[in-house]
Nanobody, 119 residues
Framework: QVQLQGSGPGLVKPSQTLSLTCTVS??????????WSWIRQPPGKGLEWIGY???????YYNPSLKSRTSVSRDTSNNQFTLQLTSVTPEDTAVYYC???????????WGQGTQVTVSS
């Protein structure tokens, strides 16, 4: 059974960098045919895809967030991470990590991490 566990600070100050880690168990992040994704849901709004990292380490980002986003991985610990720079209160959201089973099924999700951007 694949499990994803997101972790990171719940409060970030404006202009700082948001950093979250997703630890995966029950399957390797280097295995075909899976991508590993970050998604967020601002309060009162729908889900927004942020980006993902593939089994081979390639990355793809939402064009609207690309300039501030970086997704990386630590294969030795079976983790992938999100960094979002220069945050504003508009980045306040529940952040989810999820597995994409190709071609496009989001089949496993982490529990969600509430991140609030506030001074």
């Amino acid at each position: 059974q694949v499990q994803l566990q997101g972790s990171g600070p719940g409060l970030v100050k404006p202009s700082q960098t948001l950093s979250l880690t997703c630890t995966v168990s029950g399957g390797s992040i280097t295995t075909l045919p899976y991508y590993w994704s970050w998604i967020r849901q601002p309060p009162g709004k729908g889900l927004e895809w942020i980006g993902y990292i593939t089994y081979s380490g390639s990355t793809y980002y939402n064009p609207s967030l690309k300039s501030r986003t970086s997704v990386s991985r630590d294969t030795s610990n079976n983790q992938f991470t999100l960094q979002l720079t220069s945050v504003t209160p508009e980045d306040t959201a529940v952040y989810y990590c999820a597995r994409v089973s190709l071609p496009s099924a989001l089949d496993y999700w982490g529990q969600g991490t509430q991140v609030t951007v506030s001074s």
